[in-house]
């Protein structure tokens, strides 16, 4: 069997390669070719102009037609990645059996549907599946909207193993990693997962529609990986878990392991760790295995809204946590924690007192745009307004529900100022 694999381009207001792959497709690639398909896999983000030190990196971008439902955003929106042509030429003699089309932010649909107009043209008679996030949060809308002759949720790959005729269990699936070498010709960094899926079910947050089940891969599979590729010169580990640190005995062992290994690489965590779970030890475990900035998740400072959210973290958390990280050997500005910028109803002055809070502890602050995720409970009160995906997007969602474009801009520079003051980059 022949399939050919399409992650579709980005378009949107702004877009970056902060270690972005879809890494949950990757996983479901090498599945299928270690049952003996044949892929044929085009990623159309796989075009940047710029890589910094850690193998991030600033998009190939195009200059689009705004959607008509964004005409009033005073932006320029782009297509990221490979051109169009680019993209056609690849597709000259493939002669698949299926496509398979992964999606990722809600937002970003309208690059799936430009991939499946042309992949239409070139492969008329070819099956087109449609999978992932957008596909499992928006399903009825992928199905009126994108053009494929099948859509699937997560929550239903069964199904589509089923449809392909391939032997399939959730064990097998998601103890798979995935073989970078076969699927991209440069690697500028490594996406990974130890875990799957969440214990926690935080308000604004869709993981339990994602991956329902807590997974744990072993660890000496991940050692194994990990070391494949450090010899093939990959110096940069990007964990993708939602909750690393949970499993304390599993991370400690893991970490103490990758430490004896002596290899100097650096890891990166762009999904926040939890602060409830650090001990001195893990603090130790994660400055001495090379975690470079480690993410934190905060949200907010307010003691309402954070049992309303989640009840994960408090400010008494907050302090322990720093300084168990300090105490451990990070300096300050040497770890992050997340805010969120944009919830309706925020206080921006308090945002700001919060910002300077964090500064003052030692902590560099990341702002996260907020927008409702749908099948989350923070999106019911939006299900009618926000019925078009395009409107979830975290660059516009505040301007939208607050009209406070200058007040964002303000409290963005004001970070920044404050961040560029620590001596860690």
Not at 118 to 137: E, Q, S, V
Not at 225 to 253: P, W
Not at 340 to 359: D, S
């Amino acid at each position: 069997m022949n399939i050919l694999a399409i992650n579709p381009w980005i378009q949107d207001f702004a877009a970056y390669d902060f270690w972005l792959k879809p890494y949950g497709f990757l996983v479901i690639l090498q599945f299928l070719k270690d049952k003996g398909v044949n892929i044929d896999f085009i990623d159309c983000l796989d075009k940047k102009e710029t890589t910094d030190n850690f193998g991030r990196g600033k998009y190939f971008s195009q200059i689009i037609d705004k959607p008509e439902i964004l005409k009033s955003i005073p932006r320029y929106y782009k297509r990221y990645g490979m051109s169009p042509e680019e993209f056609t030429t690849k597709l000259i003699d493939k002669k698949p059996n299926f496509i398979l089309i992964t999606s990722s932010m809600t937002y970003w649909y309208t690059g799936v549907k430009e991939t499946v107009n042309i992949l239409r043209k070139h492969f008329p008679k070819t099956p087109i599946i449609l999978g992932g996030t957008y596909a499992t949060l928006c399903y009825e809308h992928a199905l009126k909207n994108i053009g494929c002759d099948y859509v699937f949720k997560t929550e239903n790959l069964a199904e589509f193993f089923k449809l392909l005729n391939i032997p399939y269990n959730n064990f097998s699936l998601y103890s798979t990693l995935p073989a970078y070498e076969n699927l991209y010709n440069k690697i500028d960094y490594i996406v990974f997962r130890t875990t799957w899926g969440c214990y926690f079910n935080c308000s604004y947050c869709a993981i339990k529609h994602l991956h329902k089940d807590f997974f744990l891969i072993s660890k000496e599979k991940i050692l194994e990986f990990i070391k494949r590729y450090t010899l093939k010169g990959v110096k940069h580990f990007v964990f993708y878990d939602e909750a690393l640190l949970y499993n304390q005995n599993y991370i400690k062992e893991l970490l103490r392991d990758i430490i004896k290994l002596n290899l100097d690489l650096c890891f990166h965590t762009p999904n926040a760790l939890h602060l409830k779970f650090l001990d001195d030890e893990i603090a130790y475990l994660l400055k001495q295995s090379g975690f470079i900035n480690p993410h934190f998740g905060l949200e907010t400072l307010n003691p309402r809204l954070q049992k309303l959210w989640g009840d994960k973290v408090n400010r008494k958390d907050l302090i322990r946590g720093v300084n168990l990280l300090k105490r451990s050997g990070y300096k300050e500005g040497e770890f992050s924690v997340y805010l969120l910028l944009g919830y309706p109803k925020q206080n921006l002055n308090k945002l700001k007192e919060e910002i300077k809070f964090l500064h003052n502890l030692g902590v560099k602050v990341s702002l996260a745009e907020f927008s409702p995720v749908p099948k989350t409970k923070i999106f019911k009160p939006y299900r009618k307004k926000l019925s078009e995906p395009l409107l979830h997007n975290n660059s516009i969602f505040g301007f939208f529900s607050q009209n406070k474009i200058k007040e964002f801009w303000e409290i963005k520079n004001y970070v920044r100022e404050l961040n560029r003051k620590f001596t860690y980059q």
